[in-house]
Antibody, heavy 115, light 110 residues
Framework: EVQVVESGGGLVQRGGSLRLSCAAS?????MGWVRQAPGKGLEWVAS????????YYVDSVKGRFTISRDNAKNSLYLQMNSLRAEDTAVYYC???????????WGQGTLVTVSS | QSALTQPPSASGSPGQSVTISCTGT?????????VSWYQQHPGKAPKLMIY???KRPSGVPDRFSGSKSGNTASLTVSGLQAEDEADYYC??????????FGGGTKLTVL
């Protein structure tokens, strides 16, 4: 069974930065981040290809968030800058089995942006 | 990148079947056979139940099935059981390497 564990969430002021990390087994896949605001639905945030070169983002985070991976460490990252109140959410690290079908999810890490 | 449209709620009695719809456009649901469905129990992470419209990951009961017609995908849960009560989300590849989810449907087992 694939293990996915996120870390790095917390409370940050509006305009601040935070870096999320994810440790995952079976890392030779596309990986991504999906978030869920409190009481709301799911929103895809970003995805990165196996070798880290291809990166894609939802429009609302382009220019502010950066996804990256370190395959030697089986780790995925999300650098979040210029955080806004609307970025408040549980962020899930996900493994993509192909074409954005997310087959493995971590327990999530909560990011709270205070205004 | 507009969200897919799902009914906010659905319900059925144990043993019955229930179908949840997910409506998009020709740029997402209708344009690709890459629709997935997720089950989320309260306080838990989502779980992939269906991918590529009709395929079930290992371990998902065959009571769960998916289909698609035009811009609308559907998830059918047959032989409803109490543990099926959860939120269900559809998701779709949306071209240009983007993905979009539906707003979610709360399934109640009466």
């Amino acid at each position: 069974e694939v293990q996915v564990v996120e870390s790095g969430g917390g409370l940050v002021q509006r305009g601040g930065s935070l870096r999320l990390s994810c440790a995952a087994s079976g890392f030779t896949y596309w990986m991504g981040w999906v978030r869920q605001a409190p009481g709301k639905g799911l929103e895809w945030v970003a995805s990165v290809g196996q070798d880290g070169r291809e990166k894609y983002y939802v429009d609302s985070v382009k220019g502010r968030f950066t996804i990256s991976r370190d395959n030697a460490k089986n780790s995925l990252y999300l650098q979040m800058n210029s955080l806004r109140a609307e970025d408040t959410a549980v962020y899930y690290c996900v493994r993509d089995r192909g074409y954005y079908s997310f087959e493995s999810w971590g327990q999530g890490t909560l990011v709270t942006v205070s205004s | 990148q507009s969200a897919l449209t799902q009914p906010p709620s659905a319900s059925g009695s144990p043993g019955q079947s229930v179908t949840i719809s997910c409506t998009g456009t020709s740029s997402d649901v209708g344009g690709y056979n890459y629709v997935s469905w997720y089950q989320q129990h309260p306080g838990k992470a989502p779980k992939l139940m269906i991918y590529e419209v009709t395929k079930r990951p290992s371990g998902v009961p065959d009571r769960f099935s998916g289909s698609k017609s035009g811009n609308t995908a559907s998830l059918t849960v047959s032989g409803l059981q109490a543990e099926d009560e959860a939120d269900y989300y559809c998701g779709s590849f949306a071209g240009n390497s983007n993905a979009v989810f539906g707003g979610g449907t709360k399934l109640t087992v009466l």
